[in-house]
């Protein structure tokens, strides 16, 4: 062959194999790059918006256990700015307890203030924790939900925000696959959400995050709601997993308000265990990562599912001290989540970082705003209502609560008498505070009159007052256990507080347990009938035994009434002036 003809031929050769390589797909080559999904969460923020410094709601500890000072709304809005930073799929959201807060500037505005800064802070979705359930569920679904006003608009609700407007609800979607009705397997809210994430080409894959709220939600003690049901975790986020795969989702989260604990150190996992990790080890392999809540516990753990998979788990501990990420890496063919490429770190909410300013200006406006809700008159009162209690154990403020909650039963439907454990042998007093007829420091306050603020602190820890059945053999055996033998051998006194239409006598010098005369207790003036079944008003803590009175605890057919904050104000702006009750209804032989 010569030059000419071998040039010709390597010239040919050279440019069919050029159009056989450039025929071949790319995939050939190269898979397209995963997507990165960026997950941002928090859990059990209970509206702690204002920074805490006590060690418990302030600080966090590092792997060589050293203090960090964490917390507070406007560092939460600052570091998620920084987190999201560089990242173009950012997905926030919360898992539960977010409402129900116990700081004053949000527990006084009906916890308006939390929604006002989760919709600031762009948040996507939150799944219902126990504490949503705190008040009937009408108020969640509606009045957080869709910002459905009740009361008198910016004195009981819709109060004005920080920004001049009117609350509105939420501007993200409330859910949990596993609140029903009582027998039914419907949730009542959205069982999962769905986010698009678009990729390259102008395609998009699907995540799917299933919320599921603890089970013991519906007998929890403020959360209880005898008119929902719990469906249990395991069955229910498996089932809302085979359905988001029957769609096409391939990439699946679960949010889940339940705990557990796996050592101090808030990216580490030691000995985990508790209800959450037990869900880890059973949840479908079908769900790629679990974020959790509920314990205020704090680790980050990876947990094998039952495929043998790896699969983060986290949970980020409380009122704000705390940030989650993951990492979610995607493959953009079928959209699954490559898992050994999945990340997951718990970011510690330092105080260290420029406090964001629109955050700053919504926390110094609510708590400007809670001073003057405080300040707010509700009622009157002729004398000093307190805890003193006389020898028998009643106390003026003991006496008043119950015929406040018998009150507020009444409103409900029948009920014969109502309990109050004026000082529990065990767990928290509902009687916090004294009403002093003499006006107090703050300017706003004169002789007799009762402040809002002085009514919140005297009585409760928002719990609901139920009405119950009980036998007059259960009544006789709690009255019993106003005393109980403690291990040293003493016996401590722990006494219920009755409604008015209630006397009764006991005999102290008689051996525990035979105190008391069922012929000597009379209901509206009847003596006790140990066969018979009363309707008794109590709230729903004494009433799960958690005051110590465990007779309580057999309980049937309960109604939920009102919470305890409100039932009290309800009761001193329904009268005129309130009197201290007499001293009358129990007598020490």
């Not at 029957?246 to 889940?256: H, K, L, N, S």
């Not at 753990?301 to 993951?326: K, M, Q, Y």
Request: charged share 20%; proline share 6%.
């Amino acid at each position: 062959m010569d030059h000419n003809s071998f040039r010709r031929w390597a010239t040919a050769t050279a440019a069919l194999a050029l159009s056989v390589t450039t025929a071949l797909p790319a995939a050939a080559d190269a898979a397209p790059p995963p997507v990165d999904v960026q997950l941002l969460s928090f859990t059990d923020l209970h509206g702690y918006l204002t920074p805490q410094n006590d060690a418990a709601n302030g600080t966090v500890k590092d792997a060589q256990g050293r203090t960090i000072v964490v917390g507070g709304a406007a560092y939460i809005a600052a570091h998620l700015k920084n987190l999201r930073q560089g990242h173009d799929n950012s997905i926030t959201f919360t898992t539960g307890d977010d409402f129900s807060g116990w700081p004053v500037e949000v527990a006084y505005h009906e916890d308006e203030p939390t929604v006002e800064f989760l919709n600031s802070i762009g948040v996507e979705f939150a799944a219902v924790g126990n504490h949503e359930l705190d008040r009937p569920l009408e108020f969640l679904r509606d009045h957080m939900g869709k910002g459905q006003c009740f009361g008198v608009v910016d004195v009981d609700s819709c109060f004005t925000d920080s920004t001049g407007r009117r609350f509105h609800g939420a501007d993200y979607a409330i859910s949990s696959a596993n609140v029903t009705r009582k027998g039914s397997t419907t949730p009542i809210f959205k069982p999962y959400v769905i986010k698009h994430v678009k990729v390259h080409g102008g395609r998009e894959v699907r995540i799917g995050f299933i919320s599921l709220t603890t089970t013991t939600t519906v007998t929890g003690s403020t959360s209880y709601q005898p008119e929902l049901d719990n469906l249990p975790l395991v069955e229910t986020a498996n089932r809302y997993a085979a359905e988001l795969k029957r769609q096409g989702v391939e990439a699946i989260v679960a949010d889940v308000h339940e705990g557990g604990s796996a050592g101090g150190y808030y990216n580490g996992c030691t000995n985990p265990s508790g209800p959450v990790v037990d869900f880890a080890k059973q949840a479908s392999p079908d769900i790629d990562a679990i974020v959790t809540g509920h314990w205020h516990a704090l680790f980050n753990c990876t947990i094998p599912d039952p495929a043998g998979n790896p699969r983060p788990v986290v949970e980020a501990a409380n009122h704000g001290r705390l940030i989650s990420e993951i990492n979610l890496k995607i493959d953009p063919r079928t959209g699954e989540v490559i898992r050994s490429a999945t990340t997951a770190v718990n970011h510690p909410v330092t105080r260290d970082v420029a406090p964001d300013p629109a955050a700053v200006r919504l926390v110094d406006y609510w708590n400007a705003r809670s001073a003057r809700t405080a300040a707010r008159p509700v009622g009157r009162i002729s004398g000093d209502i307190t805890r003193t209690r006389a020898a028998d154990g009643e106390s003026t403020l003991g006496n008043l609560v119950a015929d406040v909650e018998y009150a507020d039963a009444r409103r409900g439907g029948p009920v014969d008498l109502a309990l109050v454990a004026a000082a529990p042998l065990k767990g928290s007093a509902s009687l916090r505070g004294d009403l002093r007829f003499a006006k107090g420091a703050n300017p706003a306050d004169a002789d007799g009159t009762v402040l809002f603020g002085e009514a919140w602190g005297a009585y409760g820890y928002a719990n609901p007052v139920l009405t119950v059945s009980l036998t007059g053999r259960q009544i006789e055996q709690a009255l019993e256990q106003q005393w109980q033998t403690q291990a040293d051998g003493t016996v401590r006194f722990g006494p219920l507080a009755v409604s008015a239409n209630v006397r009764y006598s006991y005999d102290a010098s008689r051996p525990v347990g035979d105190r008391i005369d069922p012929s000597q207790v009379l209901i509206g003036g009847a003596p006790l009938d140990l066969g018979r079944t009363y309707r008794v008003a109590a709230l729903a803590y004494t009433l799960i035994g958690a005051d110590g009175f465990t007779a309580l605890t057999a309980f049937t057919d309960p109604v939920r009434n009102s919470r305890d904050y409100d039932a009290f104000r309800a009761y001193l702006q329904a009268n005129e002036t309130v009197a201290p009750p007499a001293l009358d209804r129990v007598t020490a032989l």
